[in-house]
């Protein structure tokens, strides 16, 4: 982990792997507990309600052409640093008093994991094949369309 701070591209890709790959996009349901207004429009307690983190992670005015799988879009240009706007829309862990309890121990693993598995193996097309096709199939949880992957060990 001591290197994670040296690998700014690699956070980048991550941030745009969760955005593109977000797996709870409905969030979850919370009640209100008292009468309050979202945006001028009036919402009474015991409401039901659904904030979806999708609407965030897809809005073109922080993500410009959100549905291309752009890592670049969370650096500025002197590509060490963050674009502080891409970052702070970037919420599949929800946010406020309810956000995910796992945050931290969620981003550590998937750091960890996708670096050993980029340090051990090659991704690509398999022969006569396609890239994936990346629109998403939504349920409670998002997932990716069937596709295939040819998968090589590097050493
Ligand atoms: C990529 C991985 C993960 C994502 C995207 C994710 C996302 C979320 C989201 C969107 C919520 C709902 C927040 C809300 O109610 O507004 C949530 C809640 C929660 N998550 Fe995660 N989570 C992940 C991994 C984990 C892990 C690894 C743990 C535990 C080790 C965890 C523990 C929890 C707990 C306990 C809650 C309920 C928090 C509460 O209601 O106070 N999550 N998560």
Redesign the pocket.
């Known amino acids: 982990m001591a290197d994670k701070t040296n690998m700014p591209y690699t956070s980048a890709v991550l941030m745009e792997l ?1 955005r593109k790959a ?3 996009p409905f ?2 349901m ?1 009640k209100t507990l008292a009468d309050t207004e979202v945006a001028n429009l009036p919402i009474p307690a015991n409401t039901t309600v659904l ?1 979806q ?1 999708s609407t965030v992670l897809d809005d073109p005015e922080a993500f410009p052409h959100p549905e291309r799988f752009n890592p670049d879009r969370f650096l500025n240009a002197d590509g060490k640093t963050f674009n502080a706007t891409a970052v702070d829309h970037l ?13 931290s ?3 550590m ?2 750091f960890l994991i996708l670096v050993a598995l980029m340090q051990r193996y090659t991704f690509s097309v398999p022969k006569g094949g396609q890239l994936p096709d990346m629109t998403p199939v939504y349920g409670g949880t998002q997932f990716p369309q069937p596709y295939q992957c040819k998968i090589t060990l590097r050493h």
């Open positions: 969760q977000n797996i709870l969030n979850v919370h904030a983190i919420v599949p862990f929800s946010l406020g008093k309810r956000q995910c309890a796992g945050e121990l969620a981003r693993e998937l």
